[in-house]
């Protein structure tokens, strides 16, 4: 997805974050990278992602 | 173009330690020595932030009693470590590389310091490192840090000044942090060993390890050996972090007596020879891998489709994670933090919750092809990275462009955060040299809370090669250079 300036600004008054107008570009194209990653991910993953628990690799007692 | 092996700032830890042990090389005198050269050097490489000088002589004097009274530690007794200044150490400034941390001042040691003062080891000083330890710094607050090898070229993130110190004879030791690769990529730079243990391996209490999910603390050395004495040190349940592992620490040390013999290698094409690796990187893998095959291993070539995915999905929840932590210095200090980290992160703030969750399942399903393949094999193997240390100028994260954010950020990464993602140890080792005189590396993996079997093929490797025994010559900086670093 390719969020526009605007997008990306209101995006982070969601939290709060009043992005400065000469990094608005920069944080727009990274948010837009990531989330296009995300969909082409989805497009390949998206049925085994739906099979599995989203359980971060940190088993400190995991046997292995 | 080398410096020596015998000069002792260049020995072997392990061999250094020997040496203290029986007294023939008094740890004064190592510190001393490893505090000349910072002098000289440092503000050319900018590897330290803070150089605890006084304390470290102190140190080293007592520990020269101690060990002169019967009362010798163990192999790091008297041993000088440099640590990423993203560790708390108790009475010494801790800047995560930031100008807003600039007058931090922890009141405790994280427990990986604690436990290498309790070995005798001596903090020698503050390493610098990507702004809050994650790469993509533009304009460093503590200096430009410099490649040993050649001053115009990066010396890797965002362990950086760890990197650097252990190969410009700056210390015996150092301690790194990885997420992605923050360990492994300045060891492969600076032509050092570096590994990112297993996730709850070594405790990460103390440390500033906002990315809860990948954050590793780890050893960078000049050999195996030495790594091996490092995580023996650090290793261990530690009560005070909650993810790290009960699991019994194994005598490290005992794997190096191996060979190679019946073990089976996986060299992973995805991760080896994608589009783009660079022409003296492959040809140095090769020649690796012919040499593993010629030392007893079997050698297959592996695939992992799945591992291209692994740097988004790791960006997607691991800076959101890190992100998520700093907001309130987000909303207030904006412009006191680098343009690099503030940009990043701020782009992790703004991964929506759904995103996340589905990023995070998508790791299970990455971290599993990882784990399956690992059943079929002892170790996987790839470069280090793709490419040698590029020049600092073309390497900067600089994004203005959706092109500049692939090549940049996303596909530079794409040797190191599978394994990352998928919680094993992995192993950076010396691997040959340009001819331009920089670093080439390998990269070594293995099952987690496996590290007996990186250190095993990894030392093989080593003691077959001799990679190791190379030296920057930093008699031919340009003092100047230093200068004009510094900002």
């Known amino acids: 997805m390719k969020l526009t300036p605007d997008q990306t600004r209101m995006l982070a008054a969601t939290v709060g974050l009043d992005i400065p107008e000469e990094d608005l570009e920069n944080v727009t194209l990274r948010v837009s990278a990531l989330l296009e990653?995300?969909?082409?991910?989805?497009?390949?993953?998206?049925?085994?992602?739906?099979?599995?628990?989203?359980?971060?690799?940190?088993?400190?007692?995991e046997d292995f | 173009m080398q410096s020596s092996s015998t000069d002792p700032v260049f020995l072997s830890a392990a061999e250094q330690g020997?040496?203290?042990?029986?007294?023939?090389?008094?740890?004064?005198e190592l510190v001393q020595a490893y505090l000349a050269r910072i002098e000289r050097w440092n503000p050319v490489l900018c590897a330290y932030i803070t150089v605890c000088a006084d304390a470290a002589l102190a140190e080293a004097r007592a520990a020269e009693q101690e060990i002169a009274a019967?009362?010798?530690?163990?192999?790091?007794?008297?041993?000088?470590?440099?640590?990423?200044?993203?560790?708390?150490?108790k009475g010494v400034k801790t800047t995560l590389g930031?100008?807003?941390?600039a007058d931090n001042v922890p009141d405790h040691d994280a427990t990986v310091i604690t436990r290498l003062k309790a070995a005798g080891a001596i903090l020698i000083g503050k390493e610098n490192l990507h702004e809050f330890g994650k790469g993509g710094t533009i304009e460093f607050a503590y200096g430009q840090p410099r490649n040993p090898w050649n001053i115009e070229h990066n010396p890797a993130s965002s362990s950086s000044g760890s990197g650097i110190a252990v190969a410009s004879g700056f210390t015996s030791g150092s301690l790194g942090e990885d997420t992605g690769g923050s360990v492994r990529s300045p060891a492969a730079a600076n032509g050092v060993v570096g590994l990112r243990p297993t996730f709850g391996r070594v405790s990460r209490w103390g440390g500033v390890m906002y990315g809860w999910t990948a954050d590793v603390i780890g050893p960078l050395t000049r050999t195996i050996e030495d790594n091996a004495l490092f995580l023996q040190a650090i290793a261990g349940h530690d009560p005070k972090d909650a993810l790290s592992s009960t699991r019994p620490v194994p005598?490290?040390?005992a794997a190096l007596n191996g060979n190679l013999k019946g073990l089976t290698l996986g060299v992973v094409e995805e991760m080896t020879w994608p589009q783009g690796v660079n022409p003296e990187v492959a040809a140095a893998m090769e020649e690796a891998l012919r040499t593993l095959e010629a030392l007893g291993a079997t050698v297959t070539k592996v695939s992992l489709p799945r591992a291209k995915y692994a740097v988004p999905l790791q960006l997607l929840t691991s800076d959101s994670d890190i992100a998520a932590m700093m907001l309130k210095q987000w909303r207030t200090r904006w412009r006191e933090l680098d343009v690099g980290t503030r940009t990043r992160l701020a782009a992790g703030c703004l991964v929506p919750a759904a995103v996340y969750h589905r990023a995070m399942r998508g790791r299970a399903v990455v971290r599993r092809e990882v784990l399956d393949m690992l059943g079929t094999v002892d170790a996987l193997l790839c470069p280090t990275s793709l490419n040698p240390p590029g020049r600092i100028d073309a390497t900067?994260?600089?994004?203005?462009?959706?092109?500049?954010?692939q090549q940049k950020v996303l596909l530079r990464r794409i040797s190191t955060y599978p394994f990352s993602m998928a919680n094993v140890p992995a192993i950076a080792v010396p691997a040959g040299f340009t001819k331009t005189g920089l670093p080439l590396s390998l990269q070594i993996a293995a099952k987690p809370f496996d590290e007996t079997t990186v250190f095993r093929v990894a030392h093989v490797?080593?003691?077959?090669?001799q990679w190791h025994t190379r030296h920057p010559d930093l008699t031919k900086l340009a003092p100047a250079a230093g200068k004009e670093s510094r900002s």
């Open chain 2, 70 to 89: 019967g009362r010798w530690r163990g192999p790091l007794h008297g041993l000088p470590f440099g640590v990423k200044d993203q560790l708390n150490t």
């Open chain 2, 18 to 28: 020997r040496l203290i042990r029986d007294r023939k090389l008094s740890p004064v």
């Open chain 2, 251 to 253: 005598d490290y040390a």
């Open chain 2, 98 to 101: 930031s100008r807003i941390l």
């Open chain 1, 37 to 61: 990653s995300m969909a082409q991910i989805e497009a390949a993953l998206g049925a085994e992602m739906d099979a599995v628990e989203p359980v971060p690799p940190v088993f400190p007692r």
């Open chain 2, 396 to 405: 900067k994260e600089n994004v203005d462009s959706a092109e500049a954010m």
């Open chain 2, 461 to 465: 490797f080593e003691r077959s090669t």
